[in-house]
């Protein structure tokens, strides 16, 4: 059975009634631009609708290499904060205690993530590991007004991603409100909201900039996404620049293929990326 159920859209709440009707409010942030306008634009329903003391900002580490490169782009969890405080929202870090992404391909999973080979990347290292903070909140929640945590209404949380229909098909499949039943229990309720599911990419950095808060530079660099520099669903082109970018890390997926004998992506290996690079590096010097 589908757990997530779809709001029908007719007699859907508007934005501002969205976030004054959660107990809990969580954003999680990636520090991407995405994340970045998203965060923007509930920071402004939320003061608008005088609940701003419920949000908190929820970023998840992926970790770094056994050598220590970090999988993100350098500076991302520390860009992630600071976004968090400009808005002086409580900021959360989580990370994966069993380990970070490179040491779960590794150790436990043994191929790379990907279409047709699921997305335990997402719902390991992100998804599980924000549910936790949510439980934690909830449970505060509940104490903060003298309440027993698994007795009476359920804490009503509202979840925010910064998902864009623009970016693949599988999220323009996504509906902007889903009541996650597989996260709800005696203790809370999920909502999963996408708030700018149908923004454009120019709205996003319309948005950005007109906030003033800093965003990532790798995208000055030429990035369109962050999260994983090197991420299994992102552009050729992307990869390509990310592997000139970080060749370290590029190094270590490569050496990682030839470890476990399995292809970054089946229509491209980490070993083709590097290559590539090295080959815009020579015209472009
Ligand atoms: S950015 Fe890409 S590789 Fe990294 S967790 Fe997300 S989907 Fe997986």
């Not at 970790?63 to 808005?87: F, V």
């Not at 929202?89 to 047709?116: A, D, S, W």
């Not at 699921?118 to 590991?129: A, L, V």
């Not at 292809?263 to 472009?284: N, P, T, V």
């Given at each position: ?17 969205m976030v004054r009707a959660a107990d809990v409010i969580v954003v ?18 939320a003061?608008?609708a005088g609940v701003s003391d419920r949000v908190t900002v929820v ?30 929202f409580p900021?959360v ?37 924000a549910m936790k903070v949510v439980t934690r909140l909830a449970k505060e929640h509940k104490r903060s007004r003298g309440l027993k945590v698994y007795s009476g209404e359920p804490v009503k949380v509202l979840y925010c ?22 996260a709800w229990s005696d203790l809370r309720t999920v909502t ?94």
């Amino acid at each position: 059975m589908n757990q997530l159920q779809l709001v029908d859209f007719t007699s859907a709440p508007s934005p501002c009634d969205m976030v004054r009707a959660a107990d809990v409010i969580v954003v999680n942030s990636s520090a991407g631009k995405d994340s970045q306008a998203m965060l923007d634009y509930v920071a402004e329903l939320a003061a608008e609708a005088g609940v701003s003391d419920r949000v908190t900002v929820v970023h998840n580490d992926l970790g770094t290499t056994d050598t220590g490169i970090p999988i993100e782009w350098p500076g991302t969890a520390d860009l992630a904060r600071r976004q968090a405080e400009h808005y002086g929202f409580p900021f959360v870090i989580t990370r994966r205690e069993k380990g970070g992404l490179y040491q779960q391909l590794r150790n436990e999973r043994l191929k790379f993530p990907g279409p047709g080979l699921g997305r335990w990347c997402t719902s390991d290292q992100k998804t599980s590991q924000a549910m936790k903070v949510v439980t934690r909140l909830a449970k505060e929640h509940k104490r903060s007004r003298g309440l027993k945590v698994y007795s009476g209404e359920p804490v009503k949380v509202l979840y925010c991603l910064g998902l864009r229909a623009q970016e693949s098909p599988g999220r323009a499949r996504k509906p902007v409100i889903e009541e996650d039943h597989s996260a709800w229990s005696d203790l809370r309720t999920v909502t999963r909201w996408n708030p700018i599911l149908h923004w454009t990419e120019t709205e996003v950095w319309d948005r950005i900039k007109a906030s003033g808060v800093p965003y990532h530079p790798a995208y000055d660099e030429g990035m369109t996404r962050l999260s994983c520099s090197l991420c299994v669903l992102a552009s050729r082109d992307d990869l390509i620049r990310a592997a000139r970018l970080r060749p370290d890390l590029a190094a270590e997926y490569a050496a990682l293929e030839t470890e476990l004998d399995h292809q970054f992506r089946a229509d491209m290996s980490m070993a083709d990326i590097i290559a590539a690079a090295s080959e815009r590096q020579k015209e472009h010097s």
